[in-house]
C-alpha cells in the first residue's frame, strides 16, 4: 500500500510555460515533505522541501505547494527549461521516525 | 569528486548466484541507506545504518545482508539471486538519522538476474 502517490507518469510542457506536478499522500502523520529531480543514469537529489507547518515554499524557479487537508502537495516550475527534463520524485516523512517515503515519480518533458 | 559512489554500475548475473555491491560516502555523514527501484519505480528503502549499526530493516528477504565496516561504508551482499532480485539499488547517505535530513544517493546499480 503505497502511502506517497504520484498519479501521473509523465508530463509534457512546453519551454516557458509552467509545470505542475502532482503528489498525494494517505498518512497523516506525515510532517515533512520533499521533492528530488532524477536524471537518467544519475540517483535522485534533493530539490526542495517543505515543513506541514507551511503550506508553500519557494526556491527560485522552484515552488512547492502543501495543502494538508487535501493530504496533496504540487511542485510548479516557472519557467520550465528544457534543462528541468528528468522524473521528479516526491517523498514524505514523519518528523519522529527514520524513513522517508518516496513515490513513483513523474517523467517531465520540456520541449524547445 | 563523487559524494556517494558504488559499484559495480551495471550487473548482469545468473539465478542463485551470490553478488555483492560496494558503496562509499567521502561526504563525512554518519548514516547511510539501501534503497531498491523495481519495474514499478518505486523508491524503497531496505536497509539504514547508524554508525555502523543497523536501524532500519525492512521486510527484506535475509538473502540480503549489509554490512556497515565503518561508518563510510554500506556494502550489500546478496545470496541465492532471484529473478525477481532484479532492480537498481541505490545507495545513499545523510548527516544523521532522522528523517528531516536531505538524502544523498549514489548514481546506482542496475541488476539484472538472467
Known amino acids: 500500500d503505497q502511502q506517497v502517490k504520484q498519479n501521473s507518469p509523465s508530463l509534457s510542457v512546453q519551454e516557458g510555460r509552467i509545470s505542475i506536478l502532482n503528489c498525494d499522500y494517505t498518512n497523516s502523520m506525515f510532517d515533512y515533505f520533499l521533492w528530488y529531480k532524477k536524471y537518467p543514469a544519475e540517483g535522485p537529489t534533493f530539490l526542495i522541501s517543505i515543513s506541514s507547518i507551511k503550506d508553500k515554499n519557494e526556491d527560485g524557479r522552484f515552488t512547492v505547494f502543501l495543502n494538508k487537508s487535501a493530504k496533496h502537495l504540487s511542485l510548479h516550475i516557472v519557467p520550465s527549461q528544457p534543462g528541468d527534463s528528468a522524473v521528479y520524485f516526491c517523498?514524505?516523512?514523519?518528523?519522529?521516525?527514520?524513513?522517508?517515503?518516496f513515490g513513483a515519480g513523474t517523467r517531465l518533458f520540456v520541449k524547445a | 569528486d563523487t559524494a556517494v559512489s558504488q559499484t559495480p554500475k551495471y550487473l548482469v548475473t545468473q539465478m542463485g548466484n551470490d553478488k555483492s555491491i560496494k558503496c562509499e560516502q567521502n561526504l563525512g555523514h554518519d548514516t547511510m541507506y539501501w534503497y531498491k527501484q523495481d519495474s514499478k519505480k518505486f523508491l524503497k528503502i531496505m536497509f539504514s545504518y547508524n554508525n555502523k549499526e543497523l536501524i532500519i530493516n525492512e521486510t527484506v528477504p535475509n538473502r540480503f545482508s549489509p554490512k556497515s565496516p565503518d561508518k563510510a561504508h554500506l556494502n550489500l551482499h546478496i545470496n541465492s539471486l532471484e529473478l525477481g532480485d532484479s532492480a537498481v539499488y541505490f545507495c545513499?547517505?545523510?548527516?544523521?538519522?532522522?528523517?528531516?535530513?536531505?538524502?544523498?544517493f549514489g548514481e546506482g546499480s542496475w541488476l539484472t538476474v538472467v
Open positions: 517523498a514524505a516523512s514523519d518528523g519522529g521516525g527514520f524513513k522517508t517515503i
Open positions: 545513499a547517505s545523510s548527516q544523521d538519522v532522522g528523517s528531516r535530513n536531505t538524502i544523498y
